[in-house]
């Protein structure tokens, strides 16, 4: 299946390894990011096995009520394209 998506409709990913996990949520430090935790939902993330402290993730960053987000997140390694991972 081609992919006719252009470089301005690709989300910029971000880099950045689990920190810590706690039930339904967790944080990711980033270089890309520095000196911020970014919060995640664990049920943002759809690959198998689930995440754990450690794992390398790539994710979309946003902002939500004044704090950074962890959105879209893929392990790294694994291609994203768009919505779907591959």
Known sequence: ?????????????KTGKVDRLSGAFGFIVSDDVPGQEIYFKTSWFCGRPALRRGDRVTFELKTFGGRVQAHNLARSGTDYVAGEWS
């Open 1 to 13: 299946m081609r992919n006719d998506k252009s470089a301005a409709d690709v989300p910029d990913r």
